[in-house]
């Protein structure tokens, strides 16, 4: 079974930032491909960002690319999202998701992180 435990998660004005890291368990962590995935409310969790086993290929939905960077640390089994430039439309639960490659399937997911955009 493998844990992810994402962390960073909180209150900001529009227009700053926010880290979200994602710690997992698995012990071949740097085998895996990790994504980043939001759900707001009433609406269907959406893709992010994800980021090959290596760090070498990164991939960000149109709606974050230039504000948010995907990135991590296999010593530390831990995952990062960089969120710059936060909109108030960004506003949503945050999930970390490991898969065997970036394109899914995704088959073990953390809790999520609540990140809520407002002045």
């Known amino acids: 079974q493998v844990q992810l435990v994402e962390s960073g998660g909180g209150l900001v004005q529009p227009g700053g930032s926010l880290r979200l890291s994602c710690a997992a368990s698995?012990?071949?962590?740097?085998?895996?491909?990790m994504g980043w995935f939001r759900q707001a409310p009433g609406k269907e969790r959406d893709f992010i960002a994800a980021i090959n086993w290596s760090g070498g290929s990164t991939y960000y939905a149109d709606s974050v690319k230039g504000r948010f960077t995907i990135s991590r640390d296999n010593a530390k089994n831990t995952v990062y999202l960089q969120m710059n430039s936060l909109k108030p439309e960004d506003t949503a639960v945050y999930y970390c998701?490991?898969?065997?490659?970036?394109?899914?399937?995704?088959?073990?997911w953390g809790q999520g992180t609540q990140v809520t955009v407002s002045s």
């Open positions: 998701g490991t898969g065997r490659a970036t394109i899914g399937p995704y088959d073990y």
């Open positions: 698995r012990r071949t962590f740097s085998s895996y491909a």
